[in-house]
């Protein structure tokens, strides 16, 4: 049976882009812990992290770096946290969200819900600036 993240990926849930490639896909989570919250997931199901080949780890890093200059440029937070727990959705995902406090970084704190017009903005304004 096919994760959350690979429905997403495959178009059968809607989600808001911002990156996309041949090994991965960007998209904002929609119980954000701060705007901009992004998910970097691989197109691969691989459940946990450490399973990855180092090449693609290696790129998910790179374009989760990526996302999180966007977000730097995008929503000036003093910091761009970035996390993998990977409790959540068998599937890898690395969480890269723009923070203001360590306190932004803990997922009890997480929003339950986002405005989709929200989602939107948000999902252009890294749009515009990952060059997408």
């Known amino acids: 049976m096919p994760t959350v993240f690979t429905r997403i990926i495959e178009g059968e849930l809607p989600a808001e882009f911002v990156w996309q490639d041949e090994r991965c896909v960007v998209f904002l989570s929609i119980n954000p812990l701060a705007r901009g919250h992004a998910l970097v997931v691989p197109r691969v199901e691989i459940d946990h992290w450490i399973d990855l080949d180092d090449d693609l780890l290696a790129h998910l890093m790179a374009v989760a770096r990526r996302v999180g200059e966007a977000q730097q440029r995008a929503f000036s ?16 995902h690395v969480h890269v969200v723009p923070t203001t406090s360590m306190a932004e970084m803990h997922f009890a704190n997480a929003a339950s819900g986002v405005d989709p017009a929200e989602l939107e903005r948000t999902g252009r304004a890294l749009r515009a600036e990952l060059g997408m």
Do not use: F
């Open 77 to 92: 937070p003093r910091r761009v946290g970035v996390i993998v727990a990977g409790y959540e959705v068998p599937h890898t």
